[in-house]
């Protein structure tokens, strides 16, 4: 018997993002070989073009691919939701910092909340990818009190991504053979990519820490704003794989022996405050994000993520002063 298609909801679906996340997921690269029925949230004046990319997913003739509806409002758009990829937002262009999108994002994560909380379907799965992601995560998991929140993530499989194919170059070996990278904190050039416990076919393997500290830390954390200097537009296409990548681990599992970073409303681990939601190396069993617990870290990596906590508390404090729960 055919399964009954599972209710992918993503927001900013005619944004860069968008067209090169939903052809992804029709193919069946995010939930296997499962049928999709796509929900596409825009603002009014983007209906329009998101109607196009539906014309274009139906013309692609995907097997899985059960339907295409496009919606301008978060309590249709997100009805029965089982994922949800809220991508939606304006995005940093030159010069700006993160935080300085605050103010003009905060304001669509907590009516989006509110709507999944109300109208998705009991095992919604929640993806942020619009920044500052995290504290999006935050506010949107705070306006759906009767969602667990653990169910509430943000995207930092793209740095970690982007630290894989640092290191592979470094090591001149394909990312496919390393395992067990680390990204703390926040999604911002605060985060805390850690390659210390990297696997490399199942073994340990050194780096050498001035490299660590003097080029790959910085590249890895800055590599947002390098993509957007030379694109003039932030990243699109790894963004949308790397959305791929998270979804499809949680839902599938992590492979064996491995870990990924994802942010999630944390519990305390690693002394970070209950609620802010960070980065932690992370596996998925039986469907659900477990924090890898009990790792010993370096002084410079505890430091480097209490800074990076320090932004988040301030990103929520900022939220709290414009009157949004968080
Ligand atoms: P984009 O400007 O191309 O597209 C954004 C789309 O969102 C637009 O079509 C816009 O109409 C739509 N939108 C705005 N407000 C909306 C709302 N309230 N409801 C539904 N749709 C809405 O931007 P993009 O390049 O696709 O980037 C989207 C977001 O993703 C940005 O915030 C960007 O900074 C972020 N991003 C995050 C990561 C990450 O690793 N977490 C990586 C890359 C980009
Ligand atoms: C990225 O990491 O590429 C995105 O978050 C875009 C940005 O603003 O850095």
Do not use: C
Not at 64 to 69: F, I, R
Not at 127 to 146: C, E, Q, S
């Amino acid at each position: 018997m055919t399964p009954s298609p599972v209710n992918v909801t993503v927001t900013g679906a005619a944004g860069q993002i968008g067209y090169a996340l939903l052809f992804r997921i029709a193919s069946g690269a995010m939930l296997g070989d499962v049928p999709v029925r796509l929900r596409l949230l825009e603002v009014p004046q983007a209906v329009a073009a998101a109607e196009g990319t539906a014309m274009e997913l139906a013309d692609s003739a995907f097997p899985l691919l059960a339907g295409v509806d496009v919606f301008d409002t978060p309590d249709a758009a997100f009805a029965g939701a089982q994922v949800a990829l809220l991508v939606g937002a304006r995005p940093r262009t030159s010069g700006m910092e993160r935080a300085d999108l605050l103010a003009a994002n905060a304001g669509i994560f907590g009516p989006q909340g509110r709507a999944i909380g109300e109208h998705a379907a009991d095992d919604i799965r929640v993806l942020v990818v619009g920044n500052p992601a995290n504290t999006n995560a935050a506010i949107a998991a705070a306006h759906a009190p009767d969602v667990p929140r653990e169910r509430f993530t943000a995207m930092t499989r793209l740095d970690h991504n982007r630290a894989l194919a640092q290191l592979a170059a470094k090591l001149e070996v394909g990312t496919g053979r390393l395992a067990r990278m680390s990204i703390w904190g926040n999604h911002s050039s605060t985060q805390v990519p850690d390659p210390s416990r990297v696997l490399l076919d199942g073994e340990p393997v050194g780096f050498d820490p001035a490299w660590v500290s003097d080029h790959f830390v910085p590249t890895v954390a800055n590599r947002g704003a390098a993509i957007i200097q030379a694109r003039g537009a932030s990243s699109a296409a790894s963004a949308a794989s790397s959305a791929i990548d998270h979804v499809r681990d949680w839902v599938q599992g992590t492979r064996d022996g491995d870990w990924v970073s994802v942010a999630l409303p944390s519990a305390g681990q690693y002394g970070v405050p209950d609620g802010l939601v960070s980065s932690f190396p992370a596996v998925s069993v039986d469907g659900e994000w477990q924090v890898v617990e009990g790792l010993e870290l370096s002084d410079g990596v505890r430091r480097a993520l209490d800074a990076s906590v320090a932004e988040l508390t301030a990103e929520r404090d900022a939220v709290r002063a414009l009157g949004i729960s968080i």
